[in-house]
Nanobody, 124 residues
Framework: QVQLVESGGGLVQAGGSLRLSCAASGRTASSYSMGWFRQAPGKEREFVAAISWSGGRTYYADSVKGRFTISRDNGKNTVYLQMNSLKPEDTAVYCC?????????????????WGQGTQVTVST
């Protein structure tokens, strides 16, 4: 059973930075893509960023493009989300997810495993 555990969330002022980590264990798939999603209170879960198995392809939501960077270290079974220039509207629970799909990584339905999430709160 694959387990994904996020860390690195917290409270930060607008304009600040945070780096989220997602550590994976129990994998059986030979290759997989990883994604970050977020859900704010009263809103649907939304795509934030995704990265291919090799790290050669990355994808971002328009709302975070230029501010967030997704990366991965396969040797450590960890994916990261560096978040800079944070805004109050970035406040949400951030979850990582894993899929064996290689395309369409924007869609939540393609992901097989999900972490519990980590809270990010951006104050004004």
């Amino acid at each position: 059973q694959v387990q994904l555990v996020e860390s690195g969330g917290g409270l930060v002022q607008a304009g600040g930075s945070l780096r989220l980590s997602c550590a994976a264990s129990g994998r059986t798939a030979s290759s997989y893509s990883m994604g970050w999603f977020r859900q704010a209170p009263g809103k649907e879960r939304e795509f934030v960023a995704a990265i291919s198995w090799s790290g050669g392809r990355t994808y971002y939501a328009d709302s975070v493009k230029g501010r967030f960077t997704i990366s991965r270290d396969n040797g450590k079974n960890t994916v990261y989300l560096q978040m800079n220039s944070l805004k109050p509207e970035d406040t949400a629970v951030y979850c990582c997810a894993e899929t064996t799909a290689g395309a369409g990584l924007y869609h939540t339905s393609l992901y097989d495993y999900w972490g519990q999430g980590t809270q990010v709160t951006v104050s004004t």
